[in-house]
């Protein structure tokens, strides 16, 4: 995969057909926005020129380039203008106000961005997300990146579920909490899931974003684009075993009930360090639920 701008874009002419044709074909082949205004600052563009290029619809009518662009809510910026998913930790804060819940602030990384958050989910929440769930669980599944299906795999020894977007007011609720603390349009988030691991289950370690070069990643970046950052909320606590660990980096985050992990990842590249898995649990069992992000709206 390549962010590399034609020649004929060297110097910036302004927003031409052939820019932004560029533009569709390095966006479908999978390449996130922050490295392609990275690669278009690079060539020499205006910042101004290359966010209103990556703000254009992917097809359809392209406006003038000096055509207003639709201004986002309050906590609703476009992934153009936030580049990432990511809590306001600017000023070194305790805890963030997610809306409706104070969040406490337990431990950030910056390589890769890991945050760890404490009081994210009440335990009142976490035991409904349970009951919730359980009558709807099966074996999990992965994302095939051969297919753009989903199928079993072997490194993935839990059960599992998702929720729709919105399915239920608790779902709504914290899905909009989690909108606020991340900075992150609510819209492209993946619907919940909920996994529940027993002695022994574990998923061993993997990355969440969608391999660019493997045949089936075209059609999964078709719902929404790339993944750009992982929730994960734990709804329990194993007796032992079952942290989150990130094997490049030797971090383990240990699990407990309402807390959370968060980490995100600028480009589909092991680069980004965002190797991570769930180590088996050894005793007691596990829940969880997570919430990927996507570059765009999921549908």
């Not at 309050?74 to 104070?102: F, N, V």
């Not at 996994?195 to 929404?224: M, Q, S, V, W």
Request: glycine share 10%.
């Amino acid at each position: 995969m390549s962010t590399s701008t034609p020649d004929q874009f060297a110097t910036p002419p302004g927003l031409t057909p052939e820019l932004m044709q560029w533009v569709r074909t390095q966006s479908a082949a999978g390449v996130p926005l922050p490295s392609l205004l990275h690669s278009m600052r690079t060539a020499g563009w205006a910042e101004h020129l290359a966010r209103r290029a990556l703000a254009l619809p992917e097809a359809g009518h392209l406006p003038h380039p000096f055509d207003a662009v639709k201004p986002q809510s309050d906590g609703q910026q476009s992934a153009l203008d936030r580049h990432l998913p990511d809590p306001d930790l600017q000023t070194d804060p305790c805890c963030i106000d997610a809306g409706d819940r104070q969040v406490h602030v337990l431990m950030s990384m910056r390589h890769p961005r890991v945050v760890v958050f404490g009081n994210l989910l009440s335990d009142e929440e976490c035991e409904a997300i349970i009951a919730a769930a359980s009558p709807r669980m099966q074996r999990s599944l992965t994302v095939d990146n051969q297919s753009g299906g989903e199928a079993v795999n072997d490194d993935r020894t839990s059960n599992g579920m998702f929720f729709q977007r919105g399915e239920l007011d608790l779902i709504s609720r914290i899905e909009a909490r989690i909108a606020r603390l991340l900075g992150w349009p609510t819209e492209n988030g993946e619907g919940l899931q909920v996994l529940h691991y027993r002695p022994g289950a574990e998923y061993k370690p993997h990355y969440d974003y969608f391999a660019p070069n493997e045949p089936g990643t075209p059609t999964i970046l078709k719902r929404g684009g790339q993944r750009v950052g992982t929730l994960v909320m734990y709804l329990n606590e194993p007796a032992r075993g079952g942290g989150t660990t990130f094997p490049d980096v030797g971090l383990q985050i240990v699990p407990r009930r309402g807390n959370a992990v968060f980490f995100s990842y600028d480009r589909p590249d092991p680069a980004t360090k965002t190797l991570h898995g769930g180590a088996p649990v050894l005793e007691g069992e596990k829940w969880i639920a997570t919430k990927w992000l996507r570059e765009r709206e999921f549908k």
